[in-house]
C-alpha cells in the first residue's frame, strides 16, 4: 500500500511541502493515469473533485465533502441547526441583509483570501450577491487545526506591524494581517467548535477559522489545504504518519 497526495492545484505549495515531508508521491491531474491495486491512501489537498475512479481507497477527505466545505453557501446550510457549532446568520435575500445593522455581502461563493467580499452598513443597501452574513465584531481571531478529530494546531491573526491594515472589518493577508503564534490561545469553546465542525462536515481535516468576543465564538469557514509552513507544516506532516501508522 502507498500513501499518495493528491492536490486541487498542481502548483499548490503547501501540498507540495507536505508531500515532500511526508516523502509521498503527488497525483498529477489530468496528465498521470492512476493505475494501481486498490488499497491506497490518498490525502485529497483541498480537491472537490478527483479525476480518476478513487473506489477502493482510504481518502482523506472525500472530495464530496470538500465540496460543501468550499462553497459558502453550502457550509453554512450543512451547518445549519447544529447544536455543537455556532455559525454567523446567513441568509440568501437581499432585503433580510439590509435590515441588518452590518453585513457581509459575498459575491463568490468560492472564493478566498477576500476575493468577492464587500462589506456594508446600514442604512446602505448591500450590494447583489449570492450570500450575505450578518457581521459580528470580533476581539479575536484565530485558525484552529483539526486532523482526525484533534486539535494539532492553533495561530492567532493578528495586525503586520510592518504592513498596517487599512480595515479591521476585512482580516487577510492583503489587509495587513498575518498568523501568529505565542499570541493567545482559543477559548475552549472555540477548539471543542472547530473539532465538531470538520466532523460534522464529513471532513477528517481542516484549518478551522473562528471568531471570538465576550459574547462567545462563531465558525466563519474551513479550509481544506491551508498554507503550511514551520511548526504548522511539521504538525500536519506528525499527524498523517501517525494515521497512516494506526492503519497498518
Request: proline share 5%; hydrophobic share 35%; aromatic share 10%.
Given at each position: 500500500?502507498?500513501?499518495?497526495?493528491?492536490?486541487?492545484?498542481?502548483?499548490?505549495?503547501?501540498?507540495?511541502?507536505?508531500?515532500?515531508?511526508?516523502?509521498?508521491?503527488?497525483?498529477?491531474?489530468?496528465t498521470?493515469?492512476?493505475?494501481?491495486?486498490?488499497?491506497?491512501?490518498?490525502?485529497?489537498?483541498?480537491?472537490?473533485?478527483?479525476?480518476?475512479?478513487?473506489?477502493?481507497?482510504?481518502?482523506?477527505?472525500?472530495p464530496?465533502?470538500?465540496?460543501?466545505?468550499?462553497?459558502?453557501?453550502l457550509?453554512?446550510?450543512?451547518?445549519?441547526?447544529?447544536?455543537?457549532v455556532?455559525?454567523?446568520?446567513?441568509?440568501?435575500?437581499?432585503?433580510?441583509?439590509?435590515?441588518?445593522?452590518?453585513?457581509?455581502?459575498?459575491?463568490?461563493?468560492?472564493?478566498?483570501?477576500?476575493?468577492?467580499?464587500?462589506?456594508?452598513?446600514?442604512?446602505?443597501?448591500?450590494?447583489q450577491?449570492?450570500?450575505?452574513?450578518?457581521?459580528?465584531?470580533?476581539?479575536?481571531?484565530?485558525?484552529?487545526?483539526?486532523?482526525?478529530?484533534?486539535?494539532?494546531?492553533?495561530?492567532?491573526?493578528?495586525a503586520?506591524?510592518?504592513?498596517?491594515?487599512?480595515?479591521?472589518?476585512?482580516?487577510?493577508h492583503?489587509?495587513?494581517?498575518?498568523?501568529?503564534?505565542?499570541?493567545?490561545?482559543?477559548?475552549?469553546?472555540?477548539?471543542?467548535?472547530?473539532?465538531?465542525?470538520?466532523?460534522?462536515l464529513?471532513?477528517?481535516?481542516?484549518?478551522?477559522?473562528?471568531?471570538?468576543?465576550?459574547?462567545?465564538?462563531?465558525?466563519?469557514?474551513?479550509?481544506?489545504?491551508?498554507?503550511?509552513?514551520?511548526?504548522?507544516?511539521e504538525?500536519?506532516?506528525?499527524?498523517?504518519?501517525?494515521?497512516i501508522?494506526?492503519?497498518?
Amino acid at each position: 500500500m502507498a500513501t499518495l497526495l493528491y492536490p486541487y492545484n498542481p502548483g499548490s505549495a503547501g501540498a507540495r511541502q507536505l508531500a515532500e515531508a511526508l516523502d509521498i508521491r503527488r497525483i498529477k491531474h489530468n496528465t498521470t493515469r492512476y493505475n494501481r491495486p486498490r488499497g491506497d491512501t490518498i490525502i485529497n489537498w483541498g480537491a472537490s473533485d478527483i479525476h480518476f475512479d478513487f473506489t477502493g481507497e482510504t481518502v482523506f477527505n472525500y472530495p464530496a465533502a470538500v465540496r460543501v466545505a468550499t462553497n459558502k453557501l453550502l457550509f453554512f446550510r450543512e451547518l445549519e441547526g447544529n447544536a455543537d457549532v455556532r455559525t454567523v446568520s446567513f441568509t440568501t435575500d437581499r432585503q433580510v441583509a439590509a435590515t441588518w445593522e452590518k453585513c457581509v455581502a459575498r459575491t463568490l461563493l468560492r472564493g478566498s483570501e477576500g476575493r468577492g467580499i464587500v462589506v456594508s452598513e446600514s442604512p446602505a443597501t448591500p450590494v447583489q450577491a449570492q450570500l450575505y452574513t450578518r457581521y459580528i465584531k470580533k476581539l479575536r481571531e484565530f485558525r484552529v487545526h483539526v486532523a482526525f478529530g484533534h486539535v494539532i494546531d492553533t495561530q492567532r491573526k493578528i495586525a503586520n506591524p510592518n504592513n498596517p491594515p487599512t480595515s479591521f472589518d476585512l482580516r487577510n493577508h492583503d489587509n495587513g494581517f498575518l498568523f501568529a503564534r505565542n499570541s493567545g490561545q482559543p477559548t475552549p469553546e472555540s477548539m471543542a467548535m472547530a473539532v465538531h465542525c470538520v466532523s460534522a462536515l464529513g471532513l477528517d481535516f481542516g484549518a478551522v477559522d473562528v471568531i471570538e468576543n465576550k459574547k462567545g465564538s462563531w465558525i466563519l469557514e474551513v479550509n481544506t489545504a491551508p498554507g503550511l509552513e514551520g511548526q504548522t507544516l511539521e504538525v500536519y506532516r506528525s499527524a498523517f504518519e501517525q494515521k497512516i501508522r494506526d492503519r497498518r
